[in-house]
Protein backbone atom coordinates (compact mmCIF):
# COMPACT_ATOMS: atom_id res chain seq x y z
CA UNK A 1 0.00 0.00 0.00
CA UNK A 2 1.17 3.31 -0.67
CA UNK A 3 2.45 5.11 2.43
CA UNK A 4 1.74 8.49 2.03
CA UNK A 5 0.51 9.61 5.60
CA UNK A 6 1.61 13.90 5.97
CA UNK A 7 3.24 13.69 9.25
CA UNK A 8 3.63 17.65 9.42
CA UNK A 9 1.09 18.62 12.35
CA UNK A 10 -1.02 21.92 11.18
CA UNK A 11 -2.29 22.34 14.90
CA UNK A 12 -0.07 24.02 17.32
CA UNK A 13 -0.78 22.62 20.24
CA UNK A 14 -0.31 18.78 18.41
CA UNK A 15 2.78 19.97 16.60
CA UNK A 16 4.00 21.59 20.32
CA UNK A 17 3.84 17.58 21.74
CA UNK A 18 6.36 16.64 18.76
CA UNK A 19 9.59 16.17 20.11
CA UNK A 20 12.01 17.06 17.38
CA UNK A 21 14.01 13.95 15.91
CA UNK A 22 11.08 11.44 17.67
CA UNK A 23 8.48 9.69 15.27
CA UNK A 24 5.92 10.42 18.12
CA UNK A 25 2.76 12.47 17.72
CA UNK A 26 -0.33 13.36 20.36
CA UNK A 27 -3.22 12.27 18.58
CA UNK A 28 -5.32 14.85 17.24
CA UNK A 29 -8.93 16.13 18.78
CA UNK A 30 -11.77 16.90 16.27
CA UNK A 31 -15.34 16.59 15.23
CA UNK A 32 -17.36 15.14 12.68
CA UNK A 33 -18.29 17.90 10.42
CA UNK A 34 -21.75 19.33 10.11
CA UNK A 35 -23.86 22.20 9.58
CA UNK A 36 -23.45 23.39 12.77
CA UNK A 37 -20.13 22.41 13.85
CA UNK A 38 -18.64 26.17 12.47
CA UNK A 39 -20.55 27.75 15.82
CA UNK A 40 -18.29 25.42 17.98
CA UNK A 41 -15.28 26.53 16.01
CA UNK A 42 -16.24 29.98 16.70
CA UNK A 43 -16.52 29.41 19.97
CA UNK A 44 -13.89 27.08 20.65
CA UNK A 45 -11.81 26.55 17.73
CA UNK A 46 -8.33 26.53 19.26
CA UNK A 47 -8.93 23.45 20.70
CA UNK A 48 -10.33 21.64 17.75
CA UNK A 49 -6.97 20.33 15.63
CA UNK A 50 -9.42 18.92 12.51
CA UNK A 51 -12.46 18.80 11.23
CA UNK A 52 -13.86 15.13 9.65
CA UNK A 53 -15.94 15.81 6.84
CA UNK A 54 -18.34 13.20 5.09
CA UNK A 55 -17.88 14.29 1.08
CA UNK A 56 -21.20 13.06 0.50
CA UNK A 57 -22.93 15.94 2.11
CA UNK A 58 -20.85 18.56 0.04
CA UNK A 59 -22.93 17.34 -3.33
CA UNK A 60 -26.59 16.72 -4.53
CA UNK A 61 -25.81 13.37 -6.39
CA UNK A 62 -28.62 13.00 -9.24
CA UNK A 63 -27.71 9.32 -9.53
CA UNK A 64 -26.19 7.22 -12.29
CA UNK A 65 -26.44 8.11 -15.53
CA UNK A 66 -27.76 11.32 -14.83
CA UNK A 67 -27.14 13.88 -16.92
CA UNK A 68 -24.48 16.40 -14.90
CA UNK A 69 -24.97 13.96 -12.12
CA UNK A 70 -23.30 16.15 -8.98
CA UNK A 71 -24.45 19.66 -8.09
CA UNK A 72 -22.63 21.04 -5.32
CA UNK A 73 -23.30 22.78 -2.34
CA UNK A 74 -21.40 25.43 -2.67
CA UNK A 75 -22.12 27.56 0.23
CA UNK A 76 -21.07 24.30 2.47
CA UNK A 77 -17.84 24.24 0.42
CA UNK A 78 -16.73 28.09 1.16
CA UNK A 79 -17.92 27.76 4.63
CA UNK A 80 -15.76 24.22 5.20
CA UNK A 81 -13.06 26.09 3.40
CA UNK A 82 -13.10 28.88 5.74
CA UNK A 83 -13.41 27.21 9.01
CA UNK A 84 -10.45 24.29 7.37
CA UNK A 85 -8.23 26.94 6.43
CA UNK A 86 -5.92 25.84 9.69
CA UNK A 87 -6.81 22.57 10.40
CA UNK A 88 -6.38 19.63 9.12
CA UNK A 89 -9.22 17.32 7.36
CA UNK A 90 -10.15 14.22 7.48
CA UNK A 91 -12.05 12.46 4.46
CA UNK A 92 -14.98 10.25 5.91
CA UNK A 93 -17.29 8.89 3.64
CA UNK A 94 -20.25 6.55 3.33
CA UNK A 95 -21.11 6.26 -0.42
CA UNK A 96 -18.89 3.81 -1.50
CA UNK A 97 -20.44 0.99 -0.03
CA UNK A 98 -17.05 -1.59 -0.34
CA UNK A 99 -18.77 -4.92 1.23
CA UNK A 100 -21.29 -4.34 -1.88
CA UNK A 101 -21.37 -7.24 -4.59
CA UNK A 102 -21.85 -4.50 -7.34
CA UNK A 103 -18.33 -3.09 -9.29
CA UNK A 104 -17.68 0.15 -7.97
CA UNK A 105 -19.43 3.22 -8.26
CA UNK A 106 -16.54 4.72 -10.58
CA UNK A 107 -18.31 8.29 -10.99
CA UNK A 108 -18.95 8.77 -7.68
CA UNK A 109 -14.95 7.61 -6.68
CA UNK A 110 -13.96 10.43 -9.34
CA UNK A 111 -15.85 12.75 -7.15
CA UNK A 112 -14.26 10.79 -4.09
CA UNK A 113 -10.85 11.70 -5.52
CA UNK A 114 -11.49 15.07 -6.62
CA UNK A 115 -12.37 16.37 -3.15
CA UNK A 116 -9.27 14.45 -1.51
CA UNK A 117 -7.06 16.42 -4.18
CA UNK A 118 -9.08 19.49 -3.27
CA UNK A 119 -9.21 19.18 0.40
CA UNK A 120 -6.03 17.13 1.22
CA UNK A 121 -7.88 14.25 3.85
CA UNK A 122 -5.15 13.02 5.93
CA UNK A 123 -6.63 10.00 5.55
CA UNK A 124 -9.68 8.35 3.96
CA UNK A 125 -12.12 5.80 5.84
CA UNK A 126 -15.21 4.04 4.89
CA UNK A 127 -16.90 1.93 6.70
CA UNK A 128 -17.87 -1.87 7.02
CA UNK A 129 -21.73 -1.84 6.29
CA UNK A 130 -23.55 -2.27 3.32
CA UNK A 131 -25.55 0.47 1.99
CA UNK A 132 -25.82 -0.69 -1.47
CA UNK A 133 -27.19 -4.18 -2.31
CA UNK A 134 -28.19 -5.17 -5.85
CA UNK A 135 -31.36 -3.33 -6.88
CA UNK A 136 -31.74 -1.75 -3.58
CA UNK A 137 -30.13 0.57 -2.01
CA UNK A 138 -30.33 1.46 1.95
CA UNK A 139 -31.75 4.82 3.93
CA UNK A 140 -28.93 6.09 5.41
CA UNK A 141 -30.40 9.46 6.43
CA UNK A 142 -27.00 10.16 8.50
CA UNK A 143 -25.18 6.08 8.07
CA UNK A 144 -27.66 5.42 10.24
CA UNK A 145 -28.88 2.09 8.90
CA UNK A 146 -25.58 -0.35 7.28
CA UNK A 147 -26.64 -3.40 7.18
CA UNK A 148 -23.87 -5.97 8.47
CA UNK A 149 -21.55 -8.14 6.27
CA UNK A 150 -20.76 -11.65 6.02
CA UNK A 151 -17.66 -12.43 8.31
CA UNK A 152 -15.77 -14.91 5.68
CA UNK A 153 -12.85 -14.97 2.70
CA UNK A 154 -15.48 -14.24 -0.01
CA UNK A 155 -16.51 -10.68 1.52
CA UNK A 156 -12.63 -9.98 2.53
CA UNK A 157 -11.59 -11.01 -0.92
CA UNK A 158 -14.17 -8.55 -2.01
CA UNK A 159 -13.44 -5.61 0.18
CA UNK A 160 -9.83 -5.99 0.14
CA UNK A 161 -9.66 -5.43 -3.96
CA UNK A 162 -11.98 -2.62 -3.64
CA UNK A 163 -9.61 -1.29 -0.94
CA UNK A 164 -6.58 -1.48 -2.81
CA UNK A 165 -8.28 0.13 -6.13
CA UNK A 166 -9.78 3.06 -3.63
CA UNK A 167 -6.39 3.69 -1.60
CA UNK A 168 -4.54 3.56 -5.17
CA UNK A 169 -7.02 6.31 -6.52
CA UNK A 170 -6.80 7.99 -3.12
CA UNK A 171 -3.01 7.43 -2.73
CA UNK A 172 -3.47 8.42 0.76
CA UNK A 173 -4.33 5.74 3.72
CA UNK A 174 -7.74 4.20 4.00
CA UNK A 175 -9.37 3.15 6.72
CA UNK A 176 -12.38 0.69 7.89
CA UNK A 177 -15.03 1.60 10.27
CA UNK A 178 -16.52 -0.86 12.31
CA UNK A 179 -20.56 -0.48 12.23
CA UNK A 180 -23.38 -1.24 14.62
CA UNK A 181 -26.08 -3.93 13.66
CA UNK A 182 -29.47 -4.83 15.47
CA UNK A 183 -29.07 -8.06 14.05
CA UNK A 184 -25.73 -10.13 13.54
CA UNK A 185 -25.06 -12.50 10.44
CA UNK A 186 -25.48 -16.06 12.69
CA UNK A 187 -22.22 -18.68 11.85
CA UNK A 188 -19.53 -15.98 10.98
CA UNK A 189 -16.47 -17.90 9.92
CA UNK A 190 -14.58 -15.39 11.71
CA UNK A 191 -14.85 -12.76 14.22
CA UNK A 192 -15.09 -9.61 13.10
CA UNK A 193 -11.86 -8.61 14.69
CA UNK A 194 -10.01 -11.07 12.66
CA UNK A 195 -11.78 -9.61 9.94
CA UNK A 196 -9.92 -6.37 10.62
CA UNK A 197 -6.85 -8.05 11.45
CA UNK A 198 -6.60 -9.97 8.04
CA UNK A 199 -7.99 -7.12 5.85
CA UNK A 200 -4.92 -4.78 6.99
CA UNK A 201 -2.27 -7.76 6.89
CA UNK A 202 -3.11 -8.18 3.36
CA UNK A 203 -3.61 -4.87 2.18
CA UNK A 204 -2.77 -2.63 4.74
CA UNK A 205 -6.45 -1.45 5.20
CA UNK A 206 -6.12 0.38 9.01
CA UNK A 207 -9.25 0.63 11.34
CA UNK A 208 -11.19 3.34 12.88
CA UNK A 209 -12.52 2.03 15.70
CA UNK A 210 -15.62 3.39 16.70
CA UNK A 211 -16.34 3.10 20.28
CA UNK A 212 -19.71 4.09 20.27
CA UNK A 213 -20.79 1.66 17.62
CA UNK A 214 -19.11 -1.17 20.05
CA UNK A 215 -21.10 -0.24 22.97
CA UNK A 216 -24.74 -0.53 21.10
CA UNK A 217 -23.19 -3.33 19.91
CA UNK A 218 -22.36 -4.68 23.63
CA UNK A 219 -26.43 -3.46 24.29
CA UNK A 220 -28.02 -4.81 21.07
CA UNK A 221 -25.99 -8.05 20.58
CA UNK A 222 -24.84 -8.89 23.99
CA UNK A 223 -21.26 -8.91 22.25
CA UNK A 224 -17.98 -8.65 25.04
CA UNK A 225 -16.26 -5.35 23.72
CA UNK A 226 -13.12 -6.54 26.25
CA UNK A 227 -13.31 -10.09 23.79
CA UNK A 228 -13.52 -7.89 20.67
CA UNK A 229 -10.69 -5.85 21.54
CA UNK A 230 -8.36 -8.08 23.15
CA UNK A 231 -8.64 -9.92 19.60
CA UNK A 232 -7.98 -6.77 17.70
CA UNK A 233 -4.35 -6.26 16.79
CA UNK A 234 -3.71 -2.93 18.35
CA UNK A 235 -1.09 -1.61 15.69
CA UNK A 236 -4.25 -0.97 13.11
CA UNK A 237 -6.00 1.44 15.36
CA UNK A 238 -5.28 4.45 13.34
CA UNK A 239 -8.39 6.64 15.06
CA UNK A 240 -11.38 6.27 17.27
CA UNK A 241 -14.91 7.68 17.70
CA UNK A 242 -16.75 9.03 20.75
CA UNK A 243 -20.40 9.39 19.94
CA UNK A 244 -23.87 9.17 21.86
CA UNK A 245 -27.12 7.79 21.21
CA UNK A 246 -30.83 7.09 22.44
CA UNK A 247 -32.97 3.87 23.50
CA UNK A 248 -35.67 3.16 20.74
CA UNK A 249 -38.24 0.62 21.66
CA UNK A 250 -35.47 -1.47 23.71
CA UNK A 251 -32.92 -0.46 21.21
CA UNK A 252 -30.24 0.72 21.51
CA UNK A 253 -29.51 3.62 18.44
CA UNK A 254 -26.11 5.44 17.37
CA UNK A 255 -27.90 8.43 16.68
CA UNK A 256 -25.50 10.40 17.91
CA UNK A 257 -27.40 12.73 19.67
CA UNK A 258 -25.89 12.79 23.07
CA UNK A 259 -22.47 13.49 24.53
CA UNK A 260 -20.26 10.14 24.80
CA UNK A 261 -21.65 7.88 27.79
CA UNK A 262 -19.59 7.48 30.61
CA UNK A 263 -19.02 3.56 29.98
CA UNK A 264 -17.55 4.45 26.14
CA UNK A 265 -15.09 7.27 27.80
CA UNK A 266 -13.57 4.38 30.13
CA UNK A 267 -13.20 2.16 27.41
CA UNK A 268 -11.23 4.71 25.87
CA UNK A 269 -9.23 5.69 29.08
CA UNK A 270 -8.36 1.97 28.74
CA UNK A 271 -7.39 1.07 25.79
CA UNK A 272 -6.82 3.97 23.57
CA UNK A 273 -3.01 4.17 25.30
CA UNK A 274 -2.51 0.75 24.23
CA UNK A 275 -3.19 1.54 20.83
CA UNK A 276 0.56 2.84 19.43
CA UNK A 277 -0.83 3.93 15.72
CA UNK A 278 -3.74 5.97 17.60
CA UNK A 279 -3.45 9.33 15.15
CA UNK A 280 -7.06 10.91 15.69
CA UNK A 281 -10.18 11.27 18.55
CA UNK A 282 -13.09 12.24 16.56
CA UNK A 283 -16.63 13.08 18.60
CA UNK A 284 -19.75 12.53 16.14
CA UNK A 285 -23.09 14.16 16.65
CA UNK A 286 -25.75 15.38 14.48
CA UNK A 287 -26.42 19.15 13.56
CA UNK A 288 -29.86 18.66 14.97
CA UNK A 289 -28.58 17.95 18.44
CA UNK A 290 -26.74 20.88 18.53
CA UNK A 291 -28.10 23.23 20.29
CA UNK A 292 -28.58 20.72 23.28
CA UNK A 293 -25.40 19.23 22.85
CA UNK A 294 -23.56 23.01 23.09
CA UNK A 295 -25.58 23.48 25.92
CA UNK A 296 -24.98 20.69 27.91
CA UNK A 297 -21.25 20.38 27.52
CA UNK A 298 -19.70 20.46 24.19
CA UNK A 299 -16.25 22.63 25.38
CA UNK A 300 -15.86 19.84 28.55
CA UNK A 301 -16.31 17.17 26.07
CA UNK A 302 -13.38 18.41 23.58
CA UNK A 303 -11.50 19.12 26.96
CA UNK A 304 -11.98 15.60 27.49
CA UNK A 305 -10.85 14.42 24.36
CA UNK A 306 -7.33 16.49 24.56
CA UNK A 307 -6.93 14.60 28.60
CA UNK A 308 -7.16 11.01 26.59
CA UNK A 309 -4.93 12.57 23.77
CA UNK A 310 -2.64 13.36 26.50
CA UNK A 311 -2.61 9.71 27.97
CA UNK A 312 -1.63 8.24 24.64
CA UNK A 313 1.66 8.10 24.57
CA UNK A 314 1.71 8.82 20.67
CA UNK A 315 1.35 7.84 17.23
CA UNK A 316 4.22 6.55 15.27
CA UNK A 317 3.62 8.69 12.88
CA UNK A 318 4.48 6.92 8.89
CA UNK A 319 4.49 3.62 10.63
CA UNK A 320 2.62 0.75 8.44
CA UNK A 321 -0.70 0.26 10.50
CA UNK B 1 -23.84 -14.97 -7.61
CA UNK B 2 -25.34 -16.22 -4.10
CA UNK B 3 -23.82 -13.52 -2.08
CA UNK B 4 -25.06 -10.62 -4.57
CA UNK B 5 -28.79 -12.83 -3.73
CA UNK B 6 -28.30 -12.68 0.20
CA UNK B 7 -27.25 -9.50 0.47
CA UNK B 8 -30.63 -7.85 -2.22
CA UNK B 9 -32.07 -10.86 1.07
CA UNK B 10 -31.43 -9.23 3.71
CA UNK B 11 -31.72 -5.68 2.59
CA UNK B 12 -35.39 -7.04 1.32
CA UNK B 13 -35.90 -7.74 5.12
CA UNK B 14 -34.74 -4.58 6.77
CA UNK B 15 -37.18 -3.12 4.20
CA UNK B 16 -39.94 -4.73 5.00
CA UNK B 17 -41.48 -5.90 8.07
CA UNK B 18 -43.95 -7.82 6.19
CA UNK B 19 -41.51 -9.96 4.90
CA UNK B 20 -40.08 -10.55 7.85
CA UNK B 21 -43.34 -11.96 9.21
CA UNK B 22 -44.06 -14.19 6.74
CA UNK B 23 -40.07 -15.89 7.23
CA UNK B 24 -41.03 -16.19 10.50
CA UNK B 25 -44.05 -18.39 9.48
CA UNK B 26 -42.54 -19.94 5.93
CA UNK B 27 -38.95 -20.24 6.31
CA UNK B 28 -38.84 -21.45 3.00
CA UNK B 29 -40.48 -17.96 1.57
CA UNK B 30 -36.27 -17.41 1.75
CA UNK B 31 -35.95 -20.42 -0.88
CA UNK B 32 -38.25 -19.29 -3.62
CA UNK B 33 -37.52 -16.37 -3.62
CA UNK B 34 -33.81 -16.15 -3.74
CA UNK B 35 -30.90 -17.94 -4.96
CA UNK B 36 -28.78 -18.85 -1.33
CA UNK B 37 -26.63 -21.85 -0.38
CA UNK B 38 -27.99 -23.80 2.90
CA UNK B 39 -25.98 -21.57 5.33
CA UNK B 40 -27.06 -18.36 3.84
CA UNK B 41 -30.44 -19.23 4.31
CA UNK B 42 -30.00 -20.16 8.13
CA UNK B 43 -28.49 -16.98 8.25
CA UNK B 44 -31.48 -14.77 7.00
CA UNK B 45 -33.63 -16.89 8.60
CA UNK B 46 -31.62 -16.08 11.89
CA UNK B 47 -32.11 -12.13 11.23
CA UNK B 48 -35.42 -12.33 10.26
CA UNK B 49 -36.72 -14.11 13.45
CA UNK B 50 -34.08 -12.15 15.39
CA UNK B 51 -35.00 -9.14 18.53
CA UNK B 52 -33.24 -6.56 16.03
CA UNK B 53 -34.87 -7.44 13.16
CA UNK B 54 -37.54 -5.00 14.55
CA UNK B 55 -35.54 -2.45 14.77
CA UNK B 56 -33.73 -2.92 11.48
CA UNK B 57 -36.75 -2.20 9.75
CA UNK B 58 -38.19 0.71 12.02
CA UNK B 59 -35.01 2.58 11.03
CA UNK B 60 -34.85 1.35 7.33
CA UNK B 61 -38.36 3.28 7.35
CA UNK B 62 -38.04 6.31 9.43
CA UNK B 63 -34.65 6.65 7.03
CA UNK B 64 -36.37 6.60 3.92
CA UNK B 65 -39.61 8.74 5.06
CA UNK B 66 -36.65 11.36 6.47
CA UNK B 67 -36.74 13.22 2.83
CA UNK B 68 -40.33 13.07 2.29
CA UNK B 69 -40.68 14.41 6.03
CA UNK B 70 -38.18 17.13 5.71
CA UNK B 71 -38.99 18.40 2.43
CA UNK B 72 -42.87 17.75 2.20
CA UNK B 73 -44.07 18.17 5.43
CA UNK B 74 -47.87 19.35 5.19
CA UNK B 75 -48.22 16.14 2.24
CA UNK B 76 -47.71 13.64 5.49
CA UNK B 77 -49.74 15.19 7.71
CA UNK B 78 -52.42 15.95 5.11
CA UNK B 79 -52.35 11.75 4.29
CA UNK B 80 -52.80 11.62 7.85
CA UNK B 81 -53.52 7.33 8.63
CA UNK B 82 -53.13 6.67 4.93
CA UNK B 83 -49.53 7.30 4.64
CA UNK B 84 -47.81 4.16 6.32
CA UNK B 85 -50.09 2.29 3.61
CA UNK B 86 -49.10 4.88 0.79
CA UNK B 87 -45.42 5.20 1.74
CA UNK B 88 -45.44 1.08 1.62
CA UNK B 89 -47.00 1.11 -1.49
CA UNK B 90 -44.34 3.74 -2.61
CA UNK B 91 -41.38 1.79 -1.50
CA UNK B 92 -42.66 -1.29 -3.52
CA UNK B 93 -43.05 0.72 -6.57
CA UNK B 94 -39.46 2.26 -6.18
CA UNK B 95 -37.23 -0.20 -3.94
CA UNK B 96 -33.97 1.54 -4.85
CA UNK B 97 -33.71 5.42 -2.63
CA UNK B 98 -32.39 8.14 -4.00
CA UNK B 99 -29.93 9.84 -1.71
CA UNK B 100 -30.93 13.52 -3.24
CA UNK B 101 -33.44 14.29 -0.66
CA UNK B 102 -35.87 16.49 -3.31
CA UNK B 103 -35.62 13.72 -6.36
CA UNK B 104 -36.85 11.07 -2.97
CA UNK B 105 -39.67 14.14 -2.12
CA UNK B 106 -40.36 15.01 -6.22
CA UNK B 107 -40.84 10.90 -6.97
CA UNK B 108 -43.35 10.68 -3.77
CA UNK B 109 -45.45 13.36 -4.99
CA UNK B 110 -45.40 12.12 -8.29
CA UNK B 111 -46.45 8.64 -7.24
CA UNK B 112 -49.36 9.98 -5.10
CA UNK B 113 -50.60 12.44 -7.45
CA UNK B 114 -51.24 8.87 -10.37
CA UNK B 115 -52.99 7.15 -7.48
CA UNK B 116 -56.68 6.96 -8.79
CA UNK B 117 -57.22 5.92 -4.73
CA UNK B 118 -55.54 9.17 -2.96
CA UNK B 119 -57.55 10.46 -0.02
CA UNK B 120 -59.90 13.60 -1.67
CA UNK B 121 -58.73 15.71 1.42
CA UNK B 122 -54.79 15.46 0.12
CA UNK B 123 -54.78 16.31 -2.98
CA UNK B 124 -55.04 19.70 -2.89
CA UNK B 125 -52.17 20.09 -0.79
CA UNK B 126 -50.24 17.68 -2.42
CA UNK B 127 -50.77 19.42 -6.09
CA UNK B 128 -49.30 22.58 -4.41
CA UNK B 129 -46.47 20.35 -2.22
CA UNK B 130 -45.76 18.51 -5.92
CA UNK B 131 -45.28 21.97 -7.65
CA UNK B 132 -43.09 23.45 -5.18
CA UNK B 133 -40.53 20.69 -4.55
CA UNK B 134 -40.39 20.39 -8.39
CA UNK B 135 -39.53 23.62 -8.92
CA UNK B 136 -36.65 23.32 -5.88
CA UNK B 137 -35.60 20.37 -7.81
CA UNK B 138 -35.13 21.76 -11.06
CA UNK B 139 -33.08 24.93 -10.02
CA UNK B 140 -30.58 22.68 -8.45
CA UNK B 141 -30.48 21.25 -11.84
CA UNK B 142 -30.27 24.29 -13.44
CA UNK B 143 -27.31 24.94 -11.23
CA UNK B 144 -25.40 22.11 -11.68
CA UNK B 145 -25.73 22.77 -15.52
CA UNK B 146 -24.86 26.32 -15.19
CA UNK B 147 -21.54 25.34 -13.39
CA UNK B 148 -18.79 26.76 -15.38
CA UNK B 149 -15.86 26.04 -13.34
CA UNK B 150 -14.78 22.81 -11.81
CA UNK B 151 -15.97 23.16 -7.74
CA UNK B 152 -13.56 21.78 -6.49
CA UNK B 153 -10.75 23.88 -8.19
CA UNK B 154 -11.60 26.78 -6.01
CA UNK B 155 -11.13 24.22 -2.66
CA UNK B 156 -7.58 23.31 -3.19
CA UNK B 157 -5.47 23.25 -0.17
CA UNK B 158 -2.06 22.99 0.18
CA UNK B 159 -0.76 20.06 1.84
CA UNK B 160 -1.26 20.92 5.62
Redesign the interface.
Same mark, same amino acid.
Given at each position: MTESW @?C?S?NPSAADTMTTGMTRITPMVGLLYNPAVPIVLDAIGARVDFVEVIP?RLW????IGA %??R???A &?AA?DA? &?RY?RD? #??IGHGI?LSLP??MPRDAGLLDEVV??H &????YRWYSEHLS?FL? %????? %?? #?QA??G?PV?LDQ??LA?IGSKVQRLSEALDTRLLLENGT??? #?? %??PDMSEPAFFNRLHAETGCGMLLDLHNLYANTL??GISADAYVSELDPEIVVEIHLAGGDW? @???Y?DSHSRLTPAPVWAWAHAWAPRLPNLAAITFEYHASSHKRLSLAGMPREIELMHALADKVPGSRVGAGA | MTLAAFQTALADLTASPALCRQVRTKPETLRERYDLTAKEWRRLGGIATSKGSEANCMLSRANRLAPIALNRPETCTALGDDLNRLLSAYWDSEPITNVHFLIEAERFCRFLRALPALPSVARPSLEQAHALVAAQLAVTRKMARAARTDPWQLHRRRNK
Open positions: @KNVDYDCG %PHFSH &RLL &RAR #AIGSVAS &RALNLV %PNRSL %PN #AGLLVETLSFA #AI %PENLL @KGHT | -
